[in-house]
C-alpha cells in the first residue's frame, strides 16, 4: 500500500491542485492588483481640496477645485434610488413571501426580476431617457435617481426574497397558530426575521448605485455645480473618472484615479457598514 | 484469534473535543463485529478511523496505531486511495454517484483502471448478484440510479462498494435509513458476504447487533468499554455500564 | 370576546386589512413584469421607424454605419459585443470554477470564511474602477503579450493585428473577466457547499482520489448551479459599458483578431445618444440596438431557464 505518485489518478490528482492553486493565485492577483493601481495611482492626486470643493476655473485643464460635485451628487443620485427602489421593492418582496409563496405567479414574478437583473444598466438609462425627451425634460437628479431605481429594483427584491424565503415554515406557523393573520404575521415575523438581510440588500443596491455610470450618462448629465433641486442636472464619481481619464492633461487623469478611489473607498465603507449593521440586528433573530 | 485490524491506542480529537480516548481493538477476520453504544459515544468516529475518512475534516487528529494485516494505515508512505480500496464502506443512507445503474458500480473498476468492457460487465453483474439486485435491474442496467428504490439504492452502494474486491466492509448504521424489508435485506446479504470479508457495522439496534454479530464492541463517552465475542458481551457483560445498556437503563 | 390586539378594533376589520394588504401586495408584484413591458414596448416604439429605412435584417446584418447617410447596419456592433463577452467568458469561466474547487474541496475551513467577504466585497466594486485598471495595467501589457504569442506560435489568424496599442477586444475581454469573475465564484462556491459531504463519500469511500471524487461526484451535481453562475457573468458582462469603453478602442471595424480593437453595442449607444436628436432616424437606429440588448437578455433568461430545468432533472430523475 506504499503511495506511488505515478500513478495516472496521481498524477491527474497534482495536476489539477496546481492548476487549481494557479487559478486562484491569478485571480487574486488581478483583483489585489486592482485595489494597488487604483491606490498607487490615486493616492498621489488626493488631497483635502478634492473632497471638499467644487471644480474652479480652468478644473479641467488643471486648474483648482476638487470633486464634492460628483461625490455629493453620488450620493444625491444613490441615495434618492436607494430610498424610492426601498418603498417599491419591499412590498414586491413581502407580497412574494407571504401572500403568494411557491405560486406559479411568484415563481414568473422571480424570473421577471432575474431578466431585469439581467438588463444592463445603459438599457435604464436609455428608457428613462426615451420618457424625458417625451416630456421635454433636461438631464436633471431626479431623472437620474430614476434610472437608478429601475437598476437597483431587481437586485433589492433579490437580495429580500433570498433571506424571507430562508424564515422556517414553523416560524410562520407560529404566528397563525396564535391566530394572526397574514398581515400581522408578517409583521411580526418576515419583517423581523428578515430585517438584517433586508437591511443588507438595501445596501447592497446602494453600492450598485453608486457605482453605476452608464444609467445616469444619459439621465443625469454632469455638471461642476453641486446640484439644488431634483430638476438641477448632477454629476457622479463614476462619470468623473470616465470623463478625465479621456483628458490629454496628465494632472487632470490623475484626478480621474483620484476619483476612482474615493469611490472605491466608499464602497468599501458601504460594505463595511453592511457588514456590521446585519450583525448588530440579527440578534433578535430566531435561527 | 486471527485478527484482520488492530488497533492500538487510538486517540481522536475533533479540535478540543477528545473524541476517542486510547481504544484498543482487534478486529477477527471473516467475521461479523458490531460496534454498539448510546449515539454521541463514539462509534461513528471509530469506524471513521477505519478508512481514513478523518483525513477530510479540517481540525480532527487522529494519534495511534490502527494495523491492517501488518500495515499500520496511518504511515506517512501509505497510499489512501489504497486503504479505501481495500477497506470499504457503506454509508448511512444511499449517496449514488450521478451516473447510471451500471456506471455507479463499474466507477470503482474504472478508476482503477479496469476499462475492459467485457471484464467490466463481468463484474458489474456479478456484484450486483452479490448484492442481491441482479435479478430487479438487469434489465434496467443504463437508467439513472435515482430510478431506484431507497432500499434499491443501499444495495446498489453495497455492490458499488464489494466491486472494487475490498478485504473489509465497514458499515456505518447501514440499515438505519431504510424500511424493514430492505434492512432485512442487507442484513441477508451481510450474513452471506462474511465467508469472504471482514465486516464491521455500527449499529443502535440492538436486536441487529443480536442478530448478526459474531463479535461486540461497547463504547461509551469515547471510551472502549468491553469487547468479545457477542455470546459473552451480549449475554453476560462483565461491565456494569454495558449491563445497563443492554438492560436498556441508558 | 376580544381576539385582537391590532389597530383594528373587530375580527372583520383585521381581516379585511388582510384582504386589503393582499391585494396591493399582489399588485406590487406584477411591477416588475409592468416595467419590463413598459420598456419593451417603449423601446419598440422608438424603433419601428428605422424599419421604412433598412428592413431588420439589413439592421441587423449590415456592416455600414453611417447615419448622416442613412445607412443603418449594426453587424461590426453585434460582433465587438460577442467578441468581447465571449473572450470575458473564456477568461473567466475556468479559472473561476476551478478556484471555487480549490476553496471548497481543498483549501482549510478557514481560509473559505475568510476570503468569501472579502469576495462579496469584490463583486461590489464599481465597474469603471475596473476600467481604470483594465488603462493602467491590461492595455499596456496587451501589445507584449501579441508579441509573445507571435514569436510562439507564429501569424496565426486570431493573433495578427496591425493594432500598435493596447486598446483591443482581448483588454475588454480581460478586464470584463477580472470584473465577472467575484460573482462568478461567489455562486460557486455556494453551490459546491450546497452538494452534500455523502456524495464526496460515496466516491472517495471506493478508493478514488480527491479529485476523482470532485469530477465523477461533484461536479456532474453542480452543474446546473455552475451553468447559472456563469449565465449570471454573461450578463453583467453583455450589458457592461463603460469599463468595456475605456479599453476596447471604439474602432467601427469588425475584428478578425483578438489584439483589434472593437466597438460594442454599448459603447456605440453610449458615444453616440448626444447627437442622436440632430441626425434623422438616428434616434431610432440607437433605441434599437438598445432593444436588442434589452432582447437578448430576455432570449437569454429564457433559454437559461430552459436549461436548467433540463439539466436539474435530468440529474434528479
Known sequence: ?287 | MDSHISIKDLNVYYGDNHALKSVNLDIPRNQITAIIGPSGCGKSTLLKTLNRFHDLVDDTRVEGEVRFDDIDIYAPDVDVTEVRTKIGLIAQRPYLLPMSIFDNVAFGLRIHHITNRREVKGQVEKYLQLAGLWDEVKDRLHEPATSLSIGQQQRLCLARGLAVEPEVLLGDEPTSALDPISAKNIEVSLQQLKSQYTIVIVTHVLRQARRLADHVVFMYLGELVEAGPASKVLKSPKDPRTKAYLSGEM | MRLSQSNSRTPFGRIFNDKLAARSFLLAASFPLLVLLFMAGALLLRTLPIFQFVTPWEFLTGDLWRPSQGEFGLSTFISGTLWVTLLALVVAVPPCILTSIFLVEYARRGTLRGLLPVIDLLAGIPSVVYGVWGVLVVVPLVPRLGQFLRSVFGDLPLLTSSNPTGFSILAGGIVLAVMISPIIVSITIEVLRSIPQGVREAALAVGSTRWQAVKHAVLPNALPGIIAAAVMGLSRAFGETLAVMMVVGNTAAIPRSVFDPGYPLTALIANNYGEMMSIPRYDAALMGAALLLLVVVIVFNILSALVLARVSQGARS
Open chain 1, 1 to 287: 500500500m506504499k503511495r506511488r505518485w505515478w500513478t495516472l489518478a496521481h498524477l491527474e490528482e497534482t495536476f489539477f491542485r496546481l492548476l487549481m492553486r494557479i487559478s486562484a493565485l491569478v485571480l487574486v492577483l488581478a483583483l489585489a492588483g486592482i485595489l494597488l493601481a487604483v491606490l498607487i495611482r490615486g493616492l498621489p492626486a488626493m488631497n483635502l481640496d478634492m473632497i471638499t470643493k467644487v471644480p474652479e476655473g480652468g478644473f479641467y485643464l488643471g486648474g483648482g477645485g476638487g470633486l464634492l460635485n460628483a461625490i455629493l451628487g453620488s450620493l444625491y443620485l444613490a441615495g434618492g434610488g436607494t430610498i424610492l427602489a426601498f418603498l417599491i421593492s419591499l412590498p414586491i418582496a413581502m407580497g412574494l413571501n407571504v401572500y403568494a409563496p411557491s405560486s406559479r405567479w411568484a415563481a414568473f414574478t422571480r424570473m421577471t426580476l432575474d431578466v431585469l437583473w439581467g438588463i444592463p444598466s445603459l438599457v435604464y438609462g436609455a428608457f428613462i431617457f426615451l420618457i424625458m425627451i417625451s416630456m421635454g425634460m433636461r438631464a436633471s437628479l431626479g431623472a437620474g435617481i430614476l434610472a437608478l431605481t429601475l437598476l437597483q429594483i431587481p437586485i433589492m427584491v433579490r437580495a429580500m426574497d433570498e433571506v424571507m424565503r430562508l424564515i422556517p415554515g414553523g416560524l410562520k406557523e407560529a404566528a397563525y397558530g396564535l391566530g394572526a393573520t397574514r398581515l400581522e404575521m408578517a409583521r411580526a415575523v418576515v419583517l423581523r426575521q428578515a430585517l438584517p438581510g433586508i437591511f443588507t440588500a438595501v445596501l447592497l443596491a446602494f453600492g450598485r448605485g453608486i457605482g453605476d455610470a452608464a444609467s445616469v450618462l444619459f439621465t443625469a448629465g454632469f455638471t461642476d455645480r453641486i446640484p439644488t433641486s431634483l430638476a438641477s442636472p448632477a454629476a457622479s464619481l463614476p462619470l468623473a473618472v470616465f470623463f478625465q481619464l479621456s483628458s490629454p492633461f496628465p494632472e487632470v487623469r490623475a484626478r480621474g484615479y483620484a476619483a476612482a478611489l474615493i469611490l472605491t473607498v466608499l464602497i468599501l465603507i458601504v460594505s463595511g457598514l453592511s457588514r456590521a449593521v446585519a450583525r448588530r440586528l440579527s440578534r433578535n433573530v430566531v435561527n
